[in-house]
């Protein structure tokens, strides 16, 4: 794995054009070779517009969900690496070097960032409770898809990508992963929009710290789909 290796990116979408433009934009700035897919699940906002726009190949999904989304745009990918990346992130500076040098030792199947949640309503003390929101991806072993998750795309398509799961496609898909190899949290931060914890922070705070254990003990992905709401 070189430094120059292209990385191509997955950025499922709908009804995002309120964060596509920065997610896009910031591509601009990054060091390294990027190819950057917009898998759009029927967006009536504008998204794929925009995302063509800035460049993005746009794959227009026939089915709408975070799993069949990224496979559809892992199909199209030109890239030896695949980093999955949802729409409100914002990668640090050093990402494709991370990535690169992540991947390239024996034995790591995938990769994963920590993240940083960072206010969009609140502000002083509310703003700081999103550090807590932080905490799940400094310790947990296994990597949320907000993380950012990236692999080579050789073994993406070994392990038959993405399952068909209304949630925890993500979880399901780093299980299979962590059958074949590591899977490394790297000490770098990227940025992700607290929106979520903003609207509802209790029950966003409860789902993201325990659905991967509820996911593993045999609750029915509906039934945590319906306790999550809206997955954006």
């Known amino acids: 794995m070189t430094s120059g290796s292209l990385i191509s990116v997955v950025i499922p979408t709908w009804n995002e054009s309120d964060q596509i433009h920065r997610c896009l934009q910031q591509f601009e700035y990054l060091e390294g070779e990027w190819e950057l897919i917009v898998a759009d699940g029927g967006s009536t906002d504008g ?17 709408r969900g ?49 993240i940083r ?14 550090r807590l929101a932080d ?5 947990t072993k296994i990597p949320y898809g907000d993380q950012g998750i990236f692999m080579k795309t050789a ?7 993405f ?11 780093v299980r299979k992963l962590s059958r074949m ?6 000490r770098a931060e990227m940025r992700v929009s607290g929106r979520r914890f903003e609207h509802s922070p209790v029950r966003a705070f409860l789902c993201m710290n325990t659905f991967s254990l509820l996911d593993h003990l045999g609750v029915h992905p509906r039934t945590l789909a319906r306790l999550y709401g809206n997955p954006r």
């Open 47 to 63: 998204t794929p517009e925009q995302a063509e726009a800035l460049g993005a190949c746009v794959v227009r999904c026939t089915e």
């Open 66 to 114: 975070r799993g069949p989304q990224q496979n559809a745009g892992a199909e199209v990918a030109r890239g030896e690496l695949l980093l999955f990346l949802h729409a409100d992130a914002i990668l640090p500076a050093t990402a494709h070097g991370w990535i690169t040098s992540t991947l390239s030792r024996p034995g790591v199947a995938a990769g994963a960032f920590r």
């Open 117 to 130: 949640h960072a206010a969009e309503k609140w502000s002083g003390w509310k703003a700081r409770t999103l």
């Open 135 to 139: 905490l799940r991806s400094h310790w």
């Open 155 to 161: 073994t993406f398509r070994a392990c038959g990508g």
């Open 163 to 173: 399952p068909r799961k209304p949630l925890m496609e993500d979880v399901a898909l």
């Open 181 to 186: 190899g590591g899977i490394e949290t790297v």
